[in-house]
């Protein structure tokens, strides 16, 4: 009998979150760290699995009738994301481990909804069927609010209604969509199917394609906060903790972009190609005025928002190129920004703990007091600004590079994040860490950070140089996707002109 | 020379219905002969044996395959006629197991215990000091029942009429029997009643004219003048208005809604939930009936009608109830707008073919099912909420209760969620395919706006969901300890609606597959 272990990875830490709700307390914690660490055990064996090039996909009867199957599968950016949130949960339940409960809500109900959590993004990310995905993409939503509005600020409610109704405008819309894909398919097909194998290449009438391309996009759109709908974001890190803001940001928000490829590329083409003047506007757009409002946050959480803001413009506007370089760095910077927002939200939020404030004015010479805190958190942003060297470098010159084969004036404007994101890292830093201890930075820094922080920024660290000095460990893994993808668009990479150096 | 056909009846087949009607007879007989101490538990056991009994009937007839034509041409026995009686019994017995829950109050049901007397008179005094209760709720309720039973399988006119009425007169009855705060109670029952009355009257009115098209009462008899007309198409199309009148007012629909939120606030919370869930089954079942075959060859007419009227009820439903203070309040306006979905479907008159599953008989029916499970819990759970006055119907008083009572709380969450299409809940598939059938049906647009008053839907129950975890506990109001009988309606309205959302195939499958009317 052969082991289903897709469905076993999601099914892991469900497991885990269901064990939670016995009336264990203390356990709690190690209970939950425990089902974390099973399900990235889990998560390396179907990895290793993959890369040897074992079939993994399967596809089970739901709503047969209706066209609807459990059907998951695997490819090289669905494993990039499947890693990304195993090996980021275990790293944010030992960053919350000291999470104070307000009122009834224990920190077992806070271990218990991020295992839930685990599990859905996990079979979002496999679902290779569209109803499926649909069904897991708004079941995130469940455990995520309660996850915003019962742990964090004191305005955590209104944050946490903000943010699903954001979400929920977006999914309703994808709705629309989805149901129009039943209904299409059962005249294209002669029988409906939400299988993405029998979707991919059904030629539709280009004005319906359009239709339902759009209804995806602004579900993603949303999701992948661009401007002018990512106004949910701040809110949200602002009153949650940091480890449901490494989740939210990490890992949940990628599934916008991750859709974007999955989806709107890959069932609708033409359109896709239609709509990329106005994606690579928005991400433009996204770019700027998300490096701008980091400069301008008094706030290090939203400062740690803005700045996310601004790296999903280079995503989108990487998968927007339509060229291999783009959306293989776009998937790249998937992966980066996960372990690179994941470290310095974690970072700010062990200042915040110390502090009891998350005012940048607050702060003040913090490198003089506690100076591994403050190492800490100079690695993290300028990863977060990618330095030459650590992982996010290098998908941000691949996203560039994609642009400028296309189009040079958007890889022009486009480096101008790169150079705000300079900025606004350089100056809270600055701001920060530097200078004269403060009065208040010497009464609240008394501990450096402890072995329990170490661990939780150690190996995030690792990833993001090991990954900056040896990218093709990712990128190997990344391009059968690239490749599939543009084929499914139909698209070749643009032939530089020959001739031209020197002149 | 006119023969008078000698009567047929099929007994066997249709005999669900008969033990319903049964069992209510034998709840009169109870009130009459047996001794005040024991009526409370023998109507109970006629209610069990009797709905227990119908639903054997019903499985066995299944199986057996009977179907047809019955009783003279009056009533159809076909696929949507079981999954209606089904579902019709199990939400009955479910419903009146809240009924007869007595734990909460003291030892005292929901019920006055003198409807007749003055509120604040020494009768009512000298009558709730001897504890003495209405008994005959049961078999009122039962009445009613097999009421909603013959409507949505009526095929003629005259029977459709004669079971609206018979589902109607209990009802207004059960409204006015309150325990607590009686004169809104009795108020609701009048406005129930003059209203009700009226729209039978414009029914009634609106089948003279059908006859008058027709020449007959019978739905096929009316299908095929449709088809051959013999008269203009006006005295039609006023008919079918004037029909449409009576049974939207009963489904709840706008403009036709007024009723719905001082009924449902002014009746004792069991009956609300039995009126919720059963009437609108009914109300809706017989609706699709009579436009789907009698006027199904004329829906070119009646679409656009409905579909105007779903588009204001989801509306006005949904946005009523963002501004609503009183969680009763609040689930009639959801339930008004639950109207409008469903109504969705009924303009998309699709049907299913092997080549695209999609059915409007089927989606319909699964989404009454979904939304009558988690409605069957919801009012469970406002019957236990309390304060020293009786039930706490104020929002605000809910808040907290999510965390000190996490079970009922999360019960609760998980049925708001399904009324507002989250998925993983059966309100999500049941929306999914009431939005397939009417996009199906050409109706592309109405989804379009079904979908943004899901969105507004949505803010409606979360709302609720944030006060119940989010906010600070409110004083003096807690989750009573209820018996089995509340909370086995809440445990199989929690599972069912877990169940319809993660498996939802088989049941769609035979939904689908039992979706075609007999003609």
């Known amino acids: 009998m052969t082991i289903p272990w897709l469905t076993l990875l999601g099914l892991v830490p469900l497991v885990g979150a269901i064990a939670l709700m016995l009336p264990i307390k203390e356990l709690a914690r190690y209970l939950g760290m425990f089902f974390a660490l099973l399900t990235l055990v889990v998560g390396v064996v179907v990895a290793a699995l993959y890369v040897n090039g074992a079939s993994l996909g399967i596809q089970v009867p739901w709503m047969p009738t209706f066209g609807a199957w459990w059907a998951l599968n695997l490819d090289g950016m669905g494993l990039m994301m499947v890693l990304l949130t195993v090996v980021l949960v275990p790293v944010v339940l030992l960053a919350e481990w000291k999470l104070t409960s307000p009122g009834r809500w224990t920190p077992q109900v806070f271990v218990g909804l991020v295992l839930l959590l685990e599990s859905l993004s996990i079979y979002t990310f496999l679902a290779s069927d569209v109803l499926l995905f649909y069904l897991f993409f708004e079941a995130t939503l469940i455990p995520l609010y309660f996850l915003i509005g019962g742990f964090g600020g004191p305005q955590r409610a209104a944050a946490a209604l903000k943010f699903l109704l954001f979400s929920l405008a977006g999914g309703l819309v994808m709705l629309v969509s989805v149901i129009g894909l039943f209904v299409w398919s059962a005249r294209l097909l002669g029988k409906p199917s939400y299988l993405l194998t029998d979707l991919i290449g059904v030629a539709m009438p280009t004005d319906v394609a359009r239709w339902l391309m759009v209804g995806f996009l602004v579900a993603f759109i949303v999701k992948a906060p661009m401007v002018p709908v990512h106004t949910w974001l701040p809110t949200a890190t602002e009153q949650s903790t940091p480890g449901t803001s490494v989740l939210l940001v990490g890992i949940l928000d990628k599934i916008g972009t991750f859709g974007m490829i999955k989806f709107c590329l890959g069932l609708f083409p033409e359109a896709s190609q239609w709509a990329a003047p106005v994606m690579v506007i928005l991400a433009l757009i996204s770019i700027i005025y998300g490096a701008l409002a980091a400069i301008g946050s008094s706030d290090l959480l939203r400062l740690v928002a803005y700045t996310s803001v601004s790296h999903f413009g280079f995503m989108v506007l990487g998968i927007y190129t339509f060229t291999s370089a783009g959306i293989s760095g776009s998937i790249f910077y998937m992966l980066n920004h996960g372990f690179s927002t994941a470290a310095l939200f974690l970072v700010v939020g062990f200042l915040i703990s110390r502090r009891g404030s998350a005012k940048v004015a607050e702060f003040g010479g913090v490198e003089k007091v506690t100076p591994v805190l403050a190492g800490f958190f100079l690695v993290a942003g300028l990863s977060g600004l990618a330095l030459p060297g650590l992982s996010s470098f290098v998908s941000e010159f691949m996203v560039l590079a994609g642009a400028w084969s296309r189009t040079p004036w958007v890889a022009a404007v486009a480096v101008i994040g790169t150079v705000l994101a300079a900025v606004y890292i350089m100056r809270v830093y600055q701001r920060t860490m530097t200078g004269p201890a403060t009065e208040a930075t010497v009464k609240h820094f008394t501990v450096d950070a402890t072995a329990r922080e170490k661990w939780v920024v150690v190996p995030l660290v690792t990833v993001i140089l090991l990954l900056g000095f040896v990218p093709s460990l990712a990128l190997n893994v990344i391009e059968p996707t690239t490749r599939t993808t543009m084929s499914q668009i139909g698209v070749t990479d643009p032939v530089a002109p020959l001739g031209e150096e020197g002149k | ?519």
């Open chain 2, 1 to 519: 020379m006119n023969q008078i056909a000698t009567p047929t009846f099929e007994w066997m087949p249709l005999a669900p219905v008969l033990a319903v009607l049964l069992a209510a007879c034998v709840g009169v007989v109870v009130e009459a002969l047996v001794p005040r101490a024991y009526r409370f538990v023998s109507q109970l056991g006629v209610v069990a044996l009797g709905l227990l009994a119908a639903l054997g009937l019903l499985i066995v007839n299944y199986f057996a395959h009977s179907s047809g034509i019955m009783a003279m041409g009056s009533i159809s026995l076909d696929g949507p006629t079981y999954l209606m009686w089904g579902s019709l019994l199990v939400f009955g017995l479910l419903s009146m197991m809240v009924f007869a829950e007595r734990t909460l109050n003291n030892g005292a049901s929901a019920f006055a215990a003198s409807a007749a007397s003055v509120p604040g008179s020494v009768a009512e005094a000298e009558a709730t000091a001897a504890r003495h209760e209405h008994t005959e709720v049961f078999p009122l309720a039962l009445f009613s029942l097999s009421g909603m039973m013959v409507f949505v399988s009526a095929t003629d006119l005259i029977t459709a009429f004669v079971a609206l009425e018979v589902m109607s007169l209990p009802l207004y009855l059960l409204s006015g029997m309150a325990r607590r705060r009686r004169l809104l109670s009795q108020e609701a029952a009048l406005k129930y009643f003059l209203l009700g009355a009226l729209s039978s009257a414009f029914f009634l009115f609106g089948m003279a004219l059908m006859y008058g098209y027709a020449g007959s009462f019978d739905y096929r008899a009316i299908d095929a003048a449709v088809l051959a007309p013999t008269y203009g198409h006006g005295l039609l199309l006023v008919g079918t208005g004037l029909m449409a009148v009576g049974l939207l007012f009963k489904i709840g629909a706008v403009p036709f809604h007024n009723w719905v939120p001082d009924v449902y606030v002014g009746s004792p919370t069991p009956v609300t939930s039995f009126m919720a869930i059963c009437t609108k089954l009914a109300a809706v079942g017989a609706t699709a009936r009579f436009f789907f075959v009698a006027l199904g060859a004329d829906r070119w007419s009646w679409q656009p009608m409905i579909a105007v009227i779903a588009v204001l009820t989801m509306i006005v439903g949904v946005v009523l109830a963002m501004s609503q203070t009183d969680i009763k309040r609040l689930l009639a306006y959801s339930s008004v707008s639950h109207a409008g979905f469903i109504l969705v479907a009924v303009v998309g008159a699709t049907v299913a073919t092997a080549n695209d599953p999609a059915s409007s008989v089927a989606s319909i029916l699964f989404y009454l099912l979904a939304y009558g499970f988690a409605t069957v819990g919801a009012f469970a759970i406002v019957t236990m909420v309390r304060n020293s006055a009786g039930e706490a119907h104020d929002i605000d008083s809910w808040s907290g209760i999510g965390r000190s009572n996490p079970v009922i709380g999360a019960v609760f969450a998980l049925l708001m969620l399904s009324f507002a299409g989250i998925p993983l809940t059966g309100g999500f598939i049941g929306k999914w395919e009431v939005f397939a059938s009417a996009w199906e049906g050409g109706y592309a647009w109405l989804v379009v706006v079904a979908v943004m008053a899901s969105l507004v839907a949505a803010y409606v129950y979360l709302k609720v969901v944030v006060r119940m975890f989010f906010a600070e506990s409110a004083e003096g109001v807690s989750v009573a300890k209820a018996s089995l009988l509340t909370l086995v309606p809440i445990g199989v309205g929690a599972v069912a609606t877990l169940y319809l959302g993660l498996f939802p195939g088989p049941v769609l499958d035979l939904m689908t597959a039992s979706s075609v009317f007999l003609r």
